[in-house]
Each structure stands twice: as C-alpha cells, then as structure tokens.
C-alpha cells in the first residue's frame, strides 16, 4: 500500500492511491502557476483533456492513479480533485412570500438576467409569449443551439424565477416574471453531471454577462462537499464568479435532517445559500416549518449555513414536456430559485448592487421561524419585508451612519489642530 500524506489531493484521490489502485480517474487539477511547464505539457500526461478551465486555472480530464501520484508534489500543482458527479437537488410558495408585494409596486425584474445553470430550458409560452425571454441558451452537454429541456428540472427552476403566468391566467406566476433566463445546459437528462461541466458553465457566465446583462447565477445542483473552500474547485469557481460582479444564489442540498450536510458550492462563504421551507400549503407564514430533506449546517469549515430559507415543497412550476402546462416538484432545487427571482426584482429596483449589498438586505428581509441557525440561517424570506419598512430603515441607519462618520472624522481633525497649537505655543 503507497504511503500518501498530501493536503493537495482530495480524500477520494488519497483511498486510491493508498489503495495501489491502478484506474484512469476523472480529475480537476487546479495550477499555482498559469505559465508552468507542467501545464504546457499536460497533454503528455492526461490519458483524455475534457475542458481547460482558466476561471480556476486548472483542467479536467482523465489522469491514471500512477500519474496522480507522481505529479502531486510538484510545486506547479495547487491542488487534484475528484470530477465528483453533480446532480439535481429535487426531493403555494410566491403568496407565501409576499412575492406580489413588489409587483404591485412595478419592479417585475425587467430587463434583468438570470443564468439557471442546470438541465437546460424549454421554450415553454410562460417564457416565450408574447416576447420570447430565453435571451441566450448554452448546450455543454451535446452542443445544440436550440433551448430544449430533456429532464424538466432546469425548466421549472427557470418558471419559479420568471414565468409570467400567461397558460394559467397569472395562477403560476414566478417572482419575476418580466426578467430573462440564460439557459445553460450543463447536467443530462439524468439529472446528472460533472463538477467540470459546472464550472465551465460559470466560466461561460462570467464571460457573457455583458452581452446577456445577467446579473445572478442560479445553481439549483450540488456536490457533497469533500473538501475545504480554499481547495474545493467549484467552489473557487462561484467565488470567482462573485468578483466578477455576478450574485450567485445556490442550493444547500437535500440531505437533511442531519446536521453538516450543506453540499458545495452551497458551502462557500461568498454566495447566498438557500435550504427549504415547507409552508403547509398555506399562505398563513406561522405554521411552516423546515422541510425534513433540507440539508443543514455548519460547513465542514463550521460556517453558518444556509443563509437564508424559502418554500420548497411542492411548488408549481413549468413543465418541460407540455409547453402550456405546469407540474409540482420538491427540494432546495425549488426553494432557490425563489430567491433568485426576489434578488432581480431587488437589482429592477435598486439598479446595481453590489453582492454583498444584496446578502444583507436579504438576510434582513426573513420571518424567523425560530429554528437554529444551522437550520434556518436568517429565517424565511419575505418580499414585503424586502421592498417594505425593514429595508427603508437600514437605509436610513447607513445614512445615519454616514453622517455620523462624516461628524468624527472632523472632530479628529480638530483635536489634532488643537494639539498642532497647544506644542506650537509651549516652543
């Protein structure tokens, strides 16, 4: 058995190796240095390339365990990961949130787009009648330009955020119903991809946000998070997305009720996690509850997650095979793009926000449903208390601030004159 003490490969890597065992295994091999000889001549070492990812600076592919092994204490590698599969997070909801309080105010999320990085988009009516809103739609799975959706997931994602309700005569209507959907086709029909594919996707993001306008990313999917932030790669990926500008709102997972099960890139510290709520069926908020399946924290860093909750059960949304009609499904998968379409009607408002402006007005817009934070993060979010008082006050409370701040930076000036006077008299 090979000996293998190395903080630069995962876990699943190190029992492999340590296990001699001799495979081609799909990895992720993140560079310290983007001009490294290694790099240039990765093709001479990786039995297949997949795809250069230099949003993180690294590649995917498949690399022998032998090679794995000899190559992992160069100094040009940060760090080998497992491509760990990526799947779907699927185990009443806009009344529950007040979501036509905004509308009734005119902010519908116009012209504002949203990038749902998942199972694809069909051109259902709510999305494409009267104006078609799939601005643009992305294929990593089999390179076709049409938008098609052959799992279903990715299309109700996209009805949650922006349907208009135009089959159900406004019943189904999503939170924001007038902004656009970038349609990014990077999980089979399955419900299955890789954490490659997902970060290119984000790289195709972060490229096009200009031509698009796309301001949030939607990742309905996750990962069981085996390694740290720092070192996991998809969560470098989101991380690097939010630099960029863009606000990434991300699933926390289904695998509750057991604690420290936030999957990545839920579990990075840079984007707005979202676990599930299960509102009865009622509007009334008092009787809801955190749905069973909704993963909880900490992160495996012990950070408090998820951020935030919202309604996951049994949502109504697009169905992918029926272009007119509508199906339930349940998990943070659905819960997420509820606060996806609540954060466009906020950027339909406010104009540019920046992600950290949109974390805390959120998070100070939630009902607490008095569960630990592990559980519920800062509570369920409320558009009313988002587009209402609350958010009024924190606005004020900046300004007040401002002031204040304003007033004792001339009080030190001040001071210091006196004391500049006070040693210029006694010489």
Same mark, same amino acid.
């Given at each position: ?14 029992? #492999?190796?340590m296990s001699q065992s001799m495979e081609d295994v799909p990895v992720i091999v993140q560079f310290n240095n983007s001009g490294s000889n290694l790099k240039k001549n990765i093709n001479n070492l990786s039995n297949r390339i997949k795809t250069n990812l230099p949003l993180i600076d690294g590649f995917a592919g498949l690399m022998s365990t032998e090679t794995i092994y000899r190559i ?130 984000? !790289?195709?993001?972060?490229?096009? #946000? ?117 199906? !339930? ?43 630990? #934070? ?54």
């Open positions: 058995m090979k000996k293998i003490i190395n903080t630069k490969l995962c876990p699943i890597l190190s029992a #492999k190796i992992v204490n160069s100094p040009e590698v940060d760090y080998i990961s497992f491509d760990s599969k990526v799947y779907t997070l699927l185990d009443i909801a806009t009344p529950t949130m007040d979501a036509y309080f905004p509308h009734d105010k005119g902010y519908e999320g116009k012209g504002i787009t949203v990038a749902v990085i998942d199972t694809g988009v069909a051109p259902h009516y709510d999305l494409t009648r009267p104006t078609n809103r799939i601005v643009g739609f992305k294929d990593m799975i089999s390179g076709k330009e049409i938008p098609y959706d052959d799992n279903g997931h990715g299309t109700h994602v996209a009805g949650i955020i922006a349907g208009n309700g135009l089959s159900s005569n406004g019943k189904y209507m999503g939170v924001a119903p007038k902004a656009n959907i970038l349609g990014i086709k990077a999980l089979d029909q399955y419900g299955g991809g890789s954490t490659s594919d997902i970060i290119a996707a984000i !790289s195709y993001v972060v490229e096009t #946000k200009d031509k698009y306008n796309t301001k949030i990313i939607n990742i309905s999917l996750g990962t069981p998070a085996n390694n740290s932030c720092d070192k996991d790669p998809l969560c470098k990926a989101v991380d690097m997305a939010v630099k960029a500008g863009l606000i990434v709102i991300a699933a926390a997972g289904n695998s509750g009720p057991k604690e420290g099960t936030i999957l990545s890139p839920g579990i990075s510290r840079n984007v707005i996690t979202v676990g599930a709520v299960d509102d009865k069926r009622t509007i009334d908020p008092s009787d809801d509850t955190i749905a069973p399946f909704s993963s909880r924290g900490p992160t495996i860093e012990g950070l408090m997650k998820p951020d935030i909750v919202a309604p996951g059960v049994n949502i109504k949304s697009l169905s992918n095979t029926k272009l007119d009609s509508y199906a !339930s499904l349940s998990g943070t998968s659905m819960a997420t793009p509820l606060v996806s379409g609540s954060v466009a009607l906020l950027l339909n408002k406010h104009g540019n926000l920046s992600p950290q402006e949109i974390r805390d007005r959120i998070t100070a817009s939630c009902i607490d449903l008095k569960e630990s #934070k592990e559980n519920q993060g800062a509570g369920m979010l409320n558009l009313k208390m988002l587009f209402g008082d609350t958010i009024n006050k924190i606005e004020n409370n900046q300004q007040v601030n401002s002031i204040f701040g304003e007033s004792e930076i001339f009080e030190s000036i001040l001071i210091l004159l006196v004391i500049v006077f006070l040693l210029d008299s006694r010489f």
